[in-house]
């Protein structure tokens, strides 16, 4: 019986509908890899009264070299989370997105780098800033704040996209099914970059972005997240990414002299690359008033580590 109880409880945590035809997407109890792809750009206040505006990349002979204070804006799409014994597919029905913006807090050079050569070390921090004017003039807002940095949305019928105007692409990915809103919140939470030297050509631009972050949020009130460790830092976060960063091809493509181009991609840079959660549930006792109450809503809680 005990088992069967447990059996239960699982399908009542992670086979939990929302209220719309769709589900949402899930997660196993024990580690899960998310596979994503993402777009991103940089955006800089130039001190001018108007605010943080989108970096020209157009150039690529000259690409701009970044900044403390500058926030890289982005998009992403999360295309399967594997558990231990089964998977969760990105659908046509059931599609998993994101946003994040993350601000240069310090420059660095490294000598020793990405394998052995000369880089450069960004270290990033949450955005002081929510809203943001592209290179068409069209201005948006992230909706993220304070410690937050990213934040997954849940579809029922948005299909991802990454070849309209950036205001456009962006605010597509945000919905009222907010799936896991994740920050800065503990001292061992970091985001840091390694790129090749400043003012290499986008089309020969490389780096490696290093994710550790808490989960802040969670849709479904009955899931914690145990502590992980990123064995290429060595911190113990919620949640870790370690995601290879080059330009993107399709912006290199539309912005390679060739006019007669089109349809391509406005985003600059691009990533793909796996993300880890550990995923926890509460003691038996509370499942009972926790599926009631999510039978029909869907919750969110503010997250703390344990």
């Avoid at 597919?89 to 993350?102: K, S």
């Avoid at 996209?161 to 994740?182: N, R, V, Y």
């Avoid at 060595?234 to 912006?251: I, K, P, Q, R, W």
């Avoid at 809680?301 to 344990?306: C, G, L, N, P």
Wanted: include cysteine.
């Amino acid at each position: 019986m005990k088992k069967i109880f447990n059996l239960m409880i699982l399908l009542l945590v992670f086979a939990v509908t929302a209220p719309a035809v769709h589900a949402f997407p899930t997660i196993q109890v024990g580690d899960n890899e998310l596979y994503y792809t993402n777009r991103e750009t940089v955006f800089r206040d130039y001190g001018d009264g108007n605010g943080y505006v989108e970096l020209d990349y157009r150039n690529l002979a000259s690409a701009p070299t970044l900044l403390a204070g500058d926030i890289f804006i982005g998009t992403l799409k999360v295309q399967e989370i594997v558990g231990d014994t089964s998977s969760w597919f990105q659908g046509r029905t059931d599609q998993l997105t994101g946003i994040f913006a993350m601000e240069i807090t310090n420059v660095t050079e490294d000598v020793t780098g990405l394998g052995g050569d000369f880089s450069v070390v960004l270290e990033l921090g949450a955005a002081s800033a929510n809203t943001f004017t592209t290179l068409e003039n069209e201005t948006f807002s992230t909706g993220l704040s304070g410690d937050e940095v990213m934040k997954f949305y849940a579809h029922d019928s948005v299909v991802w996209q990454d070849d309209g105007s950036i205001k456009q692409d962006f605010e597509a990915q945000i919905s009222t099914s907010e799936w896991m809103t994740l920050g800065m919140v503990e001292d061992t939470d970091y985001l840091t970059t390694h790129i090749t030297p400043q003012g290499t050509s986008l089309d020969q631009f490389i780096g490696k972005s290093y994710l550790g972050l808490s989960v802040m949020e969670f849709w479904n009130a009955g899931v914690t997240f145990g502590d992980l460790v990123d064995p290429e830092v060595g911190e113990t976060v919620d949640f870790y990414a370690n995601s290879e960063l080059e330009g993107h091809d399709d912006f290199i493509e539309e912005n390679d002299g060739d006019s007669t181009t089109t349809g391509k991609s406005p985003w600059v840079f691009e990533s793909n690359d796996p993300a880890y959660l550990n995923a926890t549930v509460p003691e038996p006792g509370t499942f009972l008033l926790f599926g009631a109450g999510l039978l029909g809503c869907s919750a969110f809680v503010r997250r703390k580590r344990s």
